[in-house]
């Protein structure tokens, strides 16, 4: 569980005041690909959402759902980053639980439509109720969490509609798989491009301040400061 470190204002590396964080977060391992879910929530008014939702079996959709009623959490959506099957293939089963939209930017919709075609060639079980989105979400959209909120940053080039989200109170951005640590995501899937991931990295991602923690769709988490200086692809 993610929270805050300090409860007292902290000045950050280009001025940004830390405060209390809001939010809380916790983070699953899913899958074959071992895709990264995160529910981020409200302790205080237990509304929560859940980003990228990859359990593939009853065993990883019982861990998020344990942890969800366990903390009487308040699911207000899905939030998929992009629509390749590791991050959607878990869509059905939180929207038939929690009776939830499933929301991701507009452009994801192709990928969407192979969704069927790409867990058959991986062996993922897929409920075709999450064929497409429900709502879509444009970029500078800010979803409320609570006292606290998520900002949609358009950062698409590993997939078409791919979005970051960032929670700007706590220092926090989730980059689905178009930043990761020391690396960035692949480009040579449909609608990857790897001008336009890069492009988008330096000129959305990295103008966040220094410290702002970076939360991927794989692997292990990293921050803005480091990626700017290490990442050996950008």
């Not at 060639?121 to 609570?146: H, V």
């Amino acid at each position: 569980m993610l929270q805050s470190q300090s409860p007292e204002p902290t000045e950050g590396s280009k001025g940004r005041l830390k405060t209390v964080i809001m939010l809380q977060f916790e983070q699953f391992v899913f899958n074959p690909f071992a895709e990264n879910t995160y529910v981020v929530y409200d302790d205080n008014t237990k509304e929560c959402v859940i980003i990228d939702p990859g359990c593939s079996n009853a065993s990883e959709e019982n861990e998020l759902f344990g942890f969800i009623d366990s903390h009487r959490l308040k699911p207000l959506m899905a939030i998929n980053t992009h629509g390749h099957i590791d991050h959607i293939v878990g869509n059905a089963a939180v929207k038939k639980r929690y009776g939830i939209e499933v929301a991701a930017h507009p452009n994801v919709k192709s990928d969407f439509q192979r969704s069927h075609q790409q867990a058959q060639m991986f062996g993922l079980p897929f409920d075709g109720e999450s064929e497409l989105p429900d709502r879509d979400l444009e970029d500078g959209e800010i979803i409320k969490i609570g006292e606290s909120t998520l900002e949609v940053i358009s950062t698409p080039g590993h997939a078409m509609g791919s979005i970051s989200l960032y929670a700007m109170m706590e220092g926090w951005v989730f980059t689905g798989d178009a930043l990761f640590c020391r690396s960035i995501g692949r480009t040579d899937f449909p609608g990857g491009n790897y001008e336009q991931l890069r492009t988008n990295i330096i000129e959305r991602l990295f103008h966040l301040p220094d410290d702002t923690e970076v939360y991927s769709g794989h692997g292990e988490s990293t921050t803005i400061f480091d990626e700017r200086r290490y990442n050996m692809f950008l």
